[in-house]
């Protein structure tokens, strides 16, 4: 080997004490998510993308350990320890804030990279933003801190709605947070929200009849993996209820729900991929900053406006990614 290779890779392991175990052979990466394999599996893709981007393909370069909690955040810690033990290099933490939380919990030596919708400050994640310091970097999509902003549009479509249904998932991390901000801004409207639990699928009928029951005139879906998995179950219940309804991905629209106001997660999760193969060649997580998603997508499904009998405002067509008729 040349002196100057030997010096380069010498300085890349001392950077970071993960790197010394992908010099000894092919470094494995533990995939944590707090989701279903099947439901995000174009996440997944993604973040291979970006990982080939930083020069590693699975199977040639590097090898990967994949751990699913199906939306059972209970289960995300045992599967932390589980990749621990395995020996991986680096712990991508995605599908939840729940994977990251639990992560930083473990360990403060191997490198941790997320991908989710939370606020990672707020959250206690990482101190700031610019130069996180520590173990942990990543990627948020913020999905989660557009409450707010999906209640202003779902108020201009439902102008008549004064009761709001909440639906959130208890065991989420950001719950209380996301529940928080939403409950000020609905104040400032003169709205009323009515927080409903859901943290399991058999939890969702009962939580449509409170709905009912409490005569909700539109409903947010808060930003949730498990939720997510179950778009489709959810579409159902809300189009018996016949509220209108926004949720966070453009994939709810895509199969029959109201609205959507989110980021494309795909792309957080290509540059946790690429944040990876960076930490994989020496750099240190905490130089690296917290990337953030600088668009969000309105999607609008025109049939579902009309099956609901609501007419969407010119203003907010011209303003949508995309409008399904």
Do not use: C
């Not at 709905?211 to 997510?228: R, S």
């Not at 946790?272 to 668009?295: C, F, H, S």
Request: glycine share 10%; proline share 4%.
């Amino acid at each position: 080997m040349k002196r100057r290779q030997f010096i380069r890779l010498l300085g890349g392991a001392a950077a970071w004490p993960g790197r010394a175990f992908a010099q000894q052979g092919t470094p494995v990466i533990g995939f944590l998510s707090g989701a279903s394999s099947w439901e995000f599996a174009h996440a997944a893709d993604a973040f291979r993308r970006g990982l080939a981007d930083a020069g590693y393909v699975e199977g040639r370069d590097v090898l990967i350990e994949y751990r699913w909690a199906e939306g059972r955040y209970d289960r995300v810690s045992t599967l932390v320890g589980d990749l621990i033990r395995r020996g991986v290099a680096v712990i991508a933490a995605t599908g939840g804030v729940a994977s990251v939380l639990a992560a930083k919990a473990a360990t403060s030596s191997i490198p941790i990279v997320f991908a989710n919708g939370g606020d990672p400050v707020k959250l206690g994640v990482v101190e700031r933003l610019n130069r996180p310091g520590g173990n942990i970097t990543g990627a948020t999509f913020f999905n989660n801190a557009l409450g707010p902003k999906r209640l202003q549009v779902l108020r201009d479509v439902a102008p008549k709605a004064t009761t709001i249904a909440l639906l959130v998932n208890p065991g989420n991390p950001n719950t209380e947070f996301d529940a928080k901000e939403i409950e000020s801004a609905a104040r400032s409207l003169g709205l009323r929200i009515l927080r409903v639990n859901a943290g399991s699928e058999r939890e969702f009928d009962l939580a449509f009849a409170i709905m009912a029951e409490q005569g909700v005139g539109a409903l947010i879906v808060n930003a949730d993996a498990f939720f997510y998995a179950r778009r489709d179950q959810l579409i159902e219940l809300a189009t018996r209820l016949a509220v209108p309804a926004i949720y966070e991905l453009r994939e709810f629209a895509m199969v029959g729900g109201l609205m959507s106001y989110g980021a494309n997660i795909a792309e957080a999760y290509r540059k946790a991929g690429v944040y990876v193969g960076r930490i994989l060649r020496g750099e240190a997580p905490g130089d690296l900053p917290i990337q953030q998603a600088t668009r969000f997508e309105l999607v609008i499904n025109l049939k579902t406006a009309k099956a609901l009998g609501l007419t969407v405002p010119s203003t907010m067509l011209a303003l949508a990614d995309q409008v399904i008729e």
